[in-house]
């Protein structure tokens, strides 16, 4: 499990093709691994991949092509920004969401423009996503965590404050860019239960003993 608070922003360092996959190098910059062990998870832009090597300064894990279709790592090249994020730990605080690193789908860049000092983004998500995106909800992008501040049908909104833009790759980032979308979890397992018909049933002496009526 991750938080979407990103540590570092490291690079691409090269794509390896192996018997149908790839092999991803990535440059850490000043990412610590100093605690990483090899078959630690570490998030690369939201992607959760293992570590299968480990180097002072980077590290190396096996990519699917399950992850290379449903991610936007295969479009990656050499030298592209990438968000970092070691594993969650049980004593580190929970700054952002519980991320998973299982990426959802791939989202896209529709709009940035200025808001105050802030810069206000628009994102566009395939159909089968948008409904579990909900105003003042979380929603991790590229491995970050970010409250949404709107939804219009397919396409969602967020503020990105400086530091957040100067301390990930989304300073590189521009209109048309595709983006890793991860939606909360929580979502995903309340659909599933109510689906299945096994979601107890509110009723009105339980949300009144709740407080809720």
């Known amino acids: 499990m991750f938080t979407g608070i990103?540590?570092?922003v490291g690079r691409i360092a090269r794509l390896e093709p192996r018997g149908g996959d790839?092999?991803?190098h990535v440059?850490?910059?000043d990412l610590d691994l100093a605690d990483v062990q090899l078959g630690d998870s570490i998030a690369v832009s939201g992607v959760c991949l293992t570590a299968?090597?480990?180097g002072a300064r980077g590290f190396s894990a096996d990519v699917s092509n399950e992850t290379l279709s449903l991610t936007t790592l295969g479009k990656h090249k050499a030298g592209d920004p990438v968000n970092l994020e070691k594993a969650l730990r049980l004593a580190d605080r929970l700054g952002g969401h519980l991320v998973s690193g299982h990426v959802d789908g791939v989202g896209k860049v529709v709009s940035i423009t200025p808001d105050g000092r802030s810069l206000r983004w628009v994102f566009e998500v395939p159909a089968a996503l948008?409904?579990?995106i909900a105003a003042k909800g979380s929603i991790c992008i590229?491995?970050?965590s970010l409250t949404v501040n709107e939804v219009n049908g397919h396409r969602f909104g967020v503020n990105l404050i400086p530091h957040t833009v100067e301390h990930t790759a989304f300073q590189a980032r521009k209109a048309g860019d595709t983006v890793n979308i991860e939606v909360d979890v929580v979502a995903r397992y309340i659909e599933r239960l109510i689906a299945s018909g096994d979601a107890p049933k509110l009723d009105e002496a339980?949300?009144?003993q709740h407080g809720f009526a």
Do not use: N, P
Request: charged letters at 25%.
């Open 142 to 144: 590229d491995g970050t």
């Open 130 to 132: 948008s409904r579990y």
């Open 6 to 8: 990103i540590q570092s």
């Open 206 to 208: 339980f949300l009144k």
């Open 27 to 29: 440059d850490t910059a």
């Open 22 to 24: 790839v092999r991803l």
């Open 52 to 54: 299968v090597t480990l």
